[in-house]
């Protein structure tokens, strides 16, 4: 809202905002259900026309992607208002509460070799952080931040899960 210059208090706009994004979700779901590489281009072509193009979110444009995507677009309209893709949008939503995902973008890897936990980064925005992470070369890092929370780390949005 701050970037686009949107009141704080006005409550119809961030209505409007959470609607759109909701529902964005939950197409993005819908597509996925039609295969992995269906859900990412659904996603990628959305991000284009949002984001690139700057258009808002609405019936128009989730039709236009979802053509552009090759979906079987029956289907993708009738997936996206189902209880089952709203079930699965909320299981998503428990999953990532239950990793302590509050913000974006946040990495979690499990099966760390020679350790039995799992980690999430917050911030992880570069490859070269993602790479250090899965290759071990946080380990000494992540075992001092389980070890002592009082302790300051180079990586303080390194979280044991």
Do not use: W
Not at 24 to 53: H, I, P, T, W
Not at 117 to 127: A, E, K, L, Q
Not at 130 to 152: A, D, F, M, P, Y
Request: glycine share 4%; net charge negative; hydrophobic share 30%.
């Amino acid at each position: 809202m701050r970037r686009e210059n949107i009141p704080l208090n006005d409550l119809q706009a961030r209505n409007q905002i959470f609607n759109n994004i909701y529902q964005a979700s939950l197409d993005y779901k819908a597509a996925s259900f039609q295969g992995k590489r269906c859900g990412r281009n659904y996603l990628l072509k959305l991000q284009e026309q949002v984001v690139d193009f700057g258009n808002e979110y609405n019936e128009e444009v989730a039709q236009k992607v979802a053509q552009a995507s090759d979906l079987d677009c029956d289907m993708f309209n009738d997936d996206r208002h189902s209880s089952f893709t709203i079930n699965s949008f909320k299981q998503d939503q428990k999953m990532a509460a239950e990793m302590n995902v509050h913000e974006h973008p946040t990495v979690v890897v499990y099966n760390l070799d020679g350790m039995d936990c799992g980690v999430s980064f917050t911030g992880c925005d570069s490859y070269e952080l993602l790479k250090q992470l899965c290759t071990g070369q946080l380990n000494e890092e992540i075992v001092l931040k389980h070890k002592s929370s009082t302790r300051k780390h180079n990586y303080t949005s390194l979280h044991i899960l």
